[in-house]
């Protein structure tokens, strides 16, 4: 069976969640992602990428052939609400879990579930991580707003629960989308840092 996301892809996505790219990457149309929280835009953004930058690290360098994969390097915050024992789970993570359950309708993520969605033969995970930027919306003390990028290639229907999962207990209020946009829209847009 081909890979659906090569060793190569997957190192490039790694990348971008370090470090935006360049407008001469983006694909034509991209997935968006529109993210409310009440986290400062930052802490909220850094959150995300830290639990991607775990997981693609572990999808560059695992078999995935064992039953549990190491999750040393996953954030605690991530880990404990993801079920592994010991955690301390923040109010922030709290609050999203329960936003998750309610807009899926679905059970909170096992850790290692969750990292095995990544994969590199995994034949459902229907997306790549693009980009993340602020609106240029002023915006409220009790509610800012992110657009979270990724790649779908092209497709407006794809599995993306477990990315839910890690936008929602990072911190959002709500999570909307994914619906597919011009990628001159995110060339456009502050990049979130």
Same mark, same amino acid.
């Given at each position: 069976?081909?890979?659906?996301?090569?060793?190569?892809?997957?190192? /490039?996505? %790694?990348? =971008?969640?370090?470090?935006?790219?360049? #407008?001469?990457?983006?694909?034509?149309? +991209?997935?968006? !992602? &529109?993210?409310?929280?009440?986290?400062?835009?930052?802490?909220?953004?850094?959150?995300?990428?830290?639990?991607?930058?775990?997981?693609?690290?572990?999808?560059?360098?695992?078999?995935?052939?064992?039953?549990?994969?190491?999750?040393?390097?996953?954030?605690?915050?991530?880990?404990?609400?993801?079920?592994?024992?010991?955690?301390?789970?923040?109010?922030?993570?709290?609050?999203? /879990?329960? %936003?998750? =359950?309610?807009?899926?309708?679905?059970? #909170?993520?096992?850790?290692?579930?969750? +990292?095995?969605? !990544? &994969?590199?033969?995994?034949?459902?995970?229907?997306?790549?991580?693009?980009?993340?930027?602020?609106?240029?919306?002023?915006?409220?003390?009790?509610?800012?707003?992110?657009?979270?990028?990724?790649?779908?290639?092209?497709?407006?229907?794809?599995?993306?629960?477990?990315?839910?999962?890690?936008?929602?207990?990072?911190?959002?209020?709500?999570?909307?989308?994914?619906?597919?946009?011009?990628?001159?829209?995110?060339?456009?847009?502050?990049?979130?840092?």
């Amino acid at each position: 069976m081909p890979l659906l996301h090569e060793i190569d892809d997957l190192r /490039r996505e %790694r990348q =971008r969640v370090e470090a935006r790219p360049s #407008p001469e990457e983006a694909p034509p149309v +991209l997935a968006v !992602f &529109a993210v409310a929280t009440s986290a400062d835009p930052r802490d909220y953004i850094r959150r995300v990428r830290s639990v991607l930058s775990a997981a693609l690290d572990l999808a560059v360098s695992e078999s995935f052939d064992d039953e549990d994969l190491p999750t040393a390097g996953i954030p605690a915050w991530f880990a404990a609400v993801s079920g592994a024992p010991g955690g301390r789970i923040p109010e922030f993570s709290r609050h999203g /879990r329960d %936003r998750y =359950r309610t807009a899926v309708n679905g059970k #909170p993520w096992d850790l290692q579930w969750w +990292l095995f969605e !990544f &994969a590199p033969d995994n034949e459902f995970r229907g997306w790549a991580w693009w980009d993340v930027t602020q609106t240029d919306v002023p915006q409220a003390a009790e509610e800012r707003r992110v657009r979270v990028w990724v790649d779908s290639w092209g497709e407006s229907f794809f599995a993306c629960d477990e990315f839910r999962w890690l936008l929602h207990t990072a911190g959002a209020d709500e999570v909307s989308g994914p619906s597919l946009a011009d990628a001159s829209e995110w060339v456009r847009e502050v990049p979130g840092r």
